[in-house]
């Protein structure tokens, strides 16, 4: 069975970038680029896991992280993020719902191997 992965984040690059890293026969991969596609796209299909890029366009990583947690139960969120280097970020991401939190550039050995988890 394949594990459904939602990636809703805007730039392209980052998009090819997280879809060669998890390139791999289990994986099914669905694109949003804005938090409302992503809302939409979340009531028509079961996502293992959302992977969130955290300053969206029109809204917030975060908001789009706490409304998954709330309402859709067994999908996991990741958020991630180049332009926010705080260090309580990892923090406040769980605050929001996020399982986890990884700053951009992704470092491809350590951001897969949390995604096969």
Do not use: Q
């Not at 991969?29 to 992503?38: C, F």
């Not at 926010?84 to 897969?112: M, N, Q, S």
Request: with cysteine; proline share 3%.
């Amino acid at each position: 069975m394949k594990k459904e992965i939602l990636i809703v984040e805007y730039s392209p690059d980052t998009i090819e970038s997280i879809k060669e890293m998890l390139y791999h026969e289990i994986f099914e991969i669905t694109v949003a680029g804005t938090a409302e596609v992503a809302k939409a796209l979340l009531t028509k299909k079961r996502f293992d896991l959302v992977i969130v890029e955290a300053l969206l366009p029109k809204s917030h990583g975060f908001d789009l992280s706490e409304y998954i947690s709330r309402n859709y139960k067994t999908t996991n969120v990741m958020i991630i993020s180049d332009k926010i280097k705080v260090l309580d970020y990892k923090k406040e991401a769980r605050r929001h719902g996020a399982c986890d939190f990884f700053e951009k550039p992704l470092e491809p050995i350590k951001f897969k191997s949390k995604v096969m988890k």
